[in-house]
């Protein structure tokens, strides 16, 4: 009996560090991006945080910060790590994801889309109703449950 064949787009992530950070504008909405719509792409066109692979020599603060600019255009001036948990891949692998949390006056108008098919806020129950990517639907439940995202943002 041979080993089912391991998703080729679990093999990017397997092993590595990770980073997802959810952006809260000032209505409390979180940022959410959608993913490309290509072959071999785990969860192609689903939704998920702004995010990525931890590259060599960086910390997860900074790859959060790198991915956001990336992705989103934003120059963020601080983040809050809401935790760090394993997330399982297809295949049976698993990778290692730290989950921030950033909030401030973000407006659509301020990002730059340079990744993703789509970048948009989404009130928590509209985001919790999309197909999430990963482990995203049991972030934005924890998000939304944490006292961070629960307390009333008074400026940087």
């Known amino acids: 009996m041979t080993a ?3 998703p080729s787009g679990s093999l990017v992530y397997a092993g590595r560090q990770t980073v997802a950070v959810f952006i809260v504008d000032l209505a409390g909405r ?3 991006i959608q993913r490309d719509d290509r072959p071999g ?3 192609a ?3 998920g945080a702004v995010g990525g692979v931890v590259e060599p020599g960086e910390t997860p603060e900074t790859a959060a910060l790198r991915e956001v600019m990336e992705e989103a255009g934003l120059l963020l001036p601080s983040l809050c790590r809401l935790y760090t948990h394993a997330v399982p891949l297809p295949g049976g692998l698993a990778a290692v994801e730290h989950v921030f949390i950033a909030r401030g ?3 659509e108008e301020h990002l730059v889309r340079g990744e993703g098919q789509a970048l948009r806020f989404f009130g928590p129950r509209e985001a919790l ?4 990517a ?3 639907r049991r972030n934005i439940q924890r ?3 944490s006292a961070v995202y629960q307390r009333p943002w008074t400026g940087p």
């Open 4 to 6: 089912p064949a391991v």
């Open 30 to 32: 979180i940022l959410l």
């Open 41 to 43: 792409l785990l969860y």
């Open 45 to 47: 066109g689903h939704w």
């Open 105 to 107: 006056d973000v407006r």
């Open 129 to 132: 109703a999309l197909p999430l």
């Open 134 to 136: 990963f482990e995203h």
């Open 143 to 145: 998000l939304i449950g």
